[in-house]
């Protein structure tokens, strides 16, 4: 029903930065959810950013002052801007999108961070 893509991972060294996409097929999700989570090399997915419909945003601890998602409806695209990238932010970021009752997850993107 509903389709993913994100892009802009790549190969960055420390204090480095990288813009992710996160495209979403279909209609307007003007009242959805988005948000990005991270896992690193063999450990579990975590969150790291949220956006609400009305632009509330919400951020994991270790990415705040670094890391700012937004959202263009219009688009039915959200961001991540990473800035000062750090080894231990390496890993597949995914984007999620929650609507009504239906959870939807990306492929994935990898960012890997060289030190």
């Known amino acids: 029903q509903v389709q993913l893509v994100e892009s802009g991972g790549g190969l960055v060294q420390a204090g480095g930065s990288l813009r992710l996409s996160c495209a979403a097929s279909?209609?307007?999700?003007?009242?959805?959810?988005r948000s990005w989570y991270h896992q690193a090399p063999g450990k579990q997915r975590e969150f790291v950013a949220a956006?609400?419909?009305?632009?509330?945003?919400n951020y994991a601890n270790s990415v705040k002052g670094r890391f700012t998602i937004s959202r263009d409806n219009a688009k039915n695209t959200v961001y991540l801007q990473m800035t000062s990238l750090k080894p231990e932010d390496t890993g597949v970021y995914y984007c999620?999108?929650?609507?009504?009752?239906?959870?939807?997850w990306g492929q994935g993107t990898q960012v890997t961070v060289s030190s």
């Open positions: 956006i609400t419909s009305g632009g509330n945003t």
């Open positions: 999620r999108l929650m609507v009504a009752t239906n959870d939807y």
């Open positions: 279909g209609s307007i999700f003007s009242s959805s959810v």
